[in-house]
């Protein structure tokens, strides 16, 4: 199995220009997440989906941030307009179980963002 | 909402000592304690996990205990190697929360030869 496949691995863009990263999760894997990684924060938790269906986007910082899961093998996080403090790593991992419980998250190599 | 506290952030030991990082949780109702281990510039993996029926686990070098009492549930290396150096992250979630896994803020490892 390929893993968790995330896309661009870096980023590099201006502020105010929309940013959109990619996600495709394990094959069979029916939770996905999106996760940021800062040094001042650590890992924090974006948003999560359960069978495509967002459950929990509490840790969604703003508006400017988006996510959509259209179907099972593919998410995108989107961040519109993009600033300077958006710049970290953004990891998405999926699992296999509702709960995390039964089911560790598999992490994907992330995507560094750069906005300058 | 669960709040997960990692301590120490940075430990130094020398190559055949053990290392020990402590992490403490706020939900009482949490009842699964993933740990994972990230290398410099590579994804986070899981390493060992402990559930709370249970108060301790073992695999090869690697233990967890957990204190449900206290709240609290500990991360045992012994016989380190330089190889174990990385990030390691504790992590906490209750049951039927659909897997909303929060992080402790991370402990740098560095275990010098």
Redesign the interface.
């Known amino acids: 199995d390929a893993g968790v496949i995330q896309s661009p691995r870096h980023e590099v863009t201006e502020m105010g220009q929309e940013v959109t990263l990619r996600c495709k999760p394990i094959s069979g894997h029916n939770s996905l997440f999106w996760y940021r990684q800062t040094m001042m924060r650590g890992l924090e938790l974006l948003i999560y989906f359960n069978n495509n269906v967002p459950i929990d986007d509490s840790g969604m910082p703003e508006d400017r941030f988006s996510a959509k899961m259209p179907n099972a093998s593919f998410s995108t996080l989107k961040i519109q307009p993009s600033e300077p403090r958006d710049s970290a790593v953004y990891f998405c991992a999926s699992s296999l179980g509702w709960s995390s419980y039964n089911s560790p998250l598999h992490f994907g190599n992330g995507t560094r963002l750069t906005v300058t | 909402g669960e709040n997960v506290e990692q301590h120490p952030s940075t430990l130094s030991v020398q190559e055949g000592d053990s290392a020990v990082i402590k992490c403490t949780y706020s939900d009482s109702a949490s ?2 304690f ?1 740990w994972y281990k990230q290398e410099l510039g ?5 390493i060992i ?1 402990i ?1 709370s029926n249970v108060g301790e686990k073992k695999d090869q070098r690697i233990a967890v205990t957990l204190n449900k009492t206290a709240k609290h549930f500990s991360l045992h290396i012994t016989e380190t190697q330089p190889e174990d150096s990385a990030v390691y ?1 504790c992590a906490a ?1 209750r ?12 402990t740098t490892l560095q275990v010098k030869p």
């Open positions: 009842n699964y993933p590579k994804r986070p993996q899981l996990d559930r992250f979630s049951r039927g929360n659909t897997g909303k896994l929060i992080f402790g803020q991370g």
